[in-house]
């Protein structure tokens, strides 16, 4: 089974501009999951869905926001990018929505100057 | 909050010998728990996982431990070898019907040969 895929892998923007990363889970997976990791705070939880469905929310702005396809797949949005957006994106896929084992992409790593 | 704290930041270790990391969580609702192994420019990696209603879990040379009361659950990994020189996260789920992991602050382990 080929494994979870995040597009693009790298991206460069200016600040105030705005960004869409895009995510493709393991096939059968219906949950998505996205998390910024930084060296400063970590692993942080942004947002999940589940067919269609946003199910839980992190504490990010609303700057920062998603939505997933029928075909299980999820783009995340950020608006007027800052400096501080700075990060890696990653997408966790998993088979269920209530503690599932969860399986990273490799990442988007996004740097806005 | 929820919250996941995380010791030590930094382990050194020689080839062959054990080494422990400890983790401890705040949300008496979580029921799942998970480790990561992160190595440089990789993804995440889940390398052992554990639910609230087992104590203790083994696979090969890694095994975690849970002690729900104390709401501390620990790696284990015997015998290192340098290629586990990489970055340890654990997590805990949120509780209630969520995907929503809360990760520790990571923990580098180095394996000196």
């Known amino acids: 089974k080929a494994g979870v895929t995040q597009t693009p892998r790298y991206l460069i923007k200016t600040r105030g501009q705005q960004v869409t990363l895009s995510c493709s889970p393991i096939?059968?997976?219906?949950?998505v999951s996205w998390y910024q990791q930084t060296p400063g705070q970590g692993l942080q939880f942004l947002f999940e869905?589940?067919?269609?469905?946003?199910?839980n929310k992190g504490n990010f702005p609303g700057r920062f926001s998603g939505r997933q396809f029928s075909n299980s797949r999820s783009e995340m949005n950020v608006s007027t990018l800052e400096l501080g957006d700075s990060a890696l994106y990653l997408c966790?896929?998993?088979?269920?929505?209530?503690?599932?084992?969860?399986?990273f992409g490799p990442g988007t790593r996004l740097t806005v100057t | 909050g929820e919250n996941v704290e995380q010791h030590p930041s930094t382990l050194s270790v020689q080839e062959g010998d054990s080494a422990v990391i400890k983790c401890t969580y705040s949300?008496?609702?979580?029921?799942?728990f998970p480790w990561y192994k992160q190595e440089l420019g990789k993804r995440p990696q889940l390398i052992i996982d554990?639910?609230?209603?087992?104590g203790e879990k083994k696979d090969q040379r890694i095994a975690v431990t849970l002690n729900k009361t104390a709401k501390h659950f620990s790696l284990h990994i015997t015998e290192t070898q340098p290629e586990d020189s990489a970055v340890y996260f654990c997590?805990?789920?949120?509780?209630?019907?969520?995907?929503?992991?809360?990760f520790g602050t990571g923990t580098l382990l180095a394996v000196q040969p």
């Open positions: 966790a896929s998993s088979l269920g929505w209530d503690a599932y084992e969860q399986y």
């Open positions: 096939s059968g997976h219906r949950s």
């Open positions: 869905y589940f067919s269609e469905t946003q199910r």
């Open positions: 949300d008496s609702a979580s029921n799942y």
């Open positions: 554990i639910r609230s209603n087992v």
């Open positions: 997590a805990a789920s949120q509780g209630g019907a969520t995907n929503k992991l809360i």
